[in-house]
């Protein structure tokens, strides 16, 4: 099973990534199916699902399922694309992909029937881990540093909108991931690597406030991670 769906993978990433410039892209954007790339694409797909199954003929309808799904998955993607969901279109193109693959290799070594036999109770607290990593922790900081309410006082000129809570879930999930392997070197080298960076923003505005305030929710995210990690190790030893 880990062969064939590492031969699929490596197919994709053949031909999606490593061998489709910019300029098909480009082209396929502005043409759709009247672009001459759209099909020397797939044709380069096609090529690339022969060599990685080694022109196996046992492969023939998984290789059919995969050739006719990417055609249309892309043609589907090329008309609904926008310059708004460009972002988001990207993310289930590839989903969509990886989903026809996975069910293609269930095809020849089915997997998805012992799906039931998996421990459900892990998947809901993974489930709840995760949220509690995102949504709520971000209402907690929120509502904790909210005390001080220096929002007026911090420059953000220039910065990328919603990035810092999107950089506190990543950080979180981070430290989540190396509490559950317990490698909590890693805990240390994330906390340097984001001071470093901040480091010359706090120095450039020489307010002590700002630095505390930071210095508060950096602390907060780390601990909030650390603990939902602890817990995660412990209840899945219950389990």
Not at 34 to 51: C, E
Not at 142 to 150: A, D
């Amino acid at each position: 099973m880990i062969a064939l769906f590492i031969s699929l993978i490596l197919a994709h990433l053949i031909g999606d990534f490593l061998l489709q410039p910019q300029s098909w892209v480009t082209h396929k954007n502005k043409h759709k199916q009247r672009s001459k790339y759209l099909y020397l694409h797939i044709a380069i797909h096609t090529a690339a699902l022969l060599v990685t199954l080694q022109f196996d003929r046992r492969y023939w309808l998984g290789f059919f399922i995969i050739i006719v799904s990417h055609f249309g998955i892309d043609l589907a993607k090329l008309h609904l694309q926008t310059k708004k969901n460009k972002r988001l279109l990207f993310g289930l193109d590839q989903l969509a992909h990886l989903v026809v693959i996975a069910l293609v290799v269930n095809l020849y070594e089915p997997y998805l029937s012992n799906f039931a036999s998996y421990n459900y109770t892990s998947i809901l607290l993974l489930a709840c881990c995760f949220i509690g990593l995102s949504s709520m922790s971000s209402i907690i900081m929120k509502t904790v540093i909210s005390k001080w309410n220096i929002e007026n006082k911090k420059n953000t000129n220039g910065s990328l909108e919603h990035a810092g809570s999107y950089i506190g879930i990543l950080e979180r999930l981070f430290v989540f991931l190396f509490v559950v392997l317990n490698f909590w070197e890693g805990i240390g080298f994330l906390l340097a690597a984001k001071s470093i960076f901040r480091f010359g923003d706090l120095s450039r505005t020489k307010d002590r406030k700002l630095t505390e305030y930071v210095l508060i929710g950096t602390l907060i995210s780390f601990g909030i991670a650390m603990l939902i990690g602890l817990i995660f190790n412990y209840l899945i030893t219950q389990l």
